[in-house]
């Protein structure tokens, strides 16, 4: 199974795979694979950016999910979500706290 890796601004370590079950012959035509998300989810993601390609069939295992999981949603939904680790969570939510107290006293 080939798929797309992208990343988006507006969240940090975030990442979205989308399946190309059709790759390589799906290549000469221009889609917007991005279009497989639900529209309320692509919405609050914001602008994607193109990160890769990856042949999880030639991948061994990814950093930090675990591949076979990856393969079943994209084969039942055409898409996987990868959030990020509950550290990087925990410091963007204190982050956002920091930001929204720093405006209340300005």
Not at 8 to 31: G, Q, S, W
Not at 61 to 85: C, F
């Amino acid at each position: 199974m080939h798929c797309d890796i992208y990343k988006f601004p507006k969240h940090d370590e975030m990442y979205v795979y989308i399946a190309r079950p059709n790759y390589p012959d799906d290549v000469e035509t221009l889609t917007d694979w991005l279009g497989v998300l639900p529209k309320e989810l692509r919405a609050s993601l914001g602008q994607g950016k193109f990160v890769m390609h990856l042949d999880l069939d030639a991948t061994e295992k990814l950093a930090r999910v675990n591949k076979e999981d990856v393969l079943a949603k994209l084969i039942e939904q055409g898409y996987y979500v990868q959030t990020p680790p509950q550290d990087i969570l925990l410091r963007q939510a204190q982050n956002r706290a920091k930001d929204a107290q720093d405006k209340r006293y300005d």
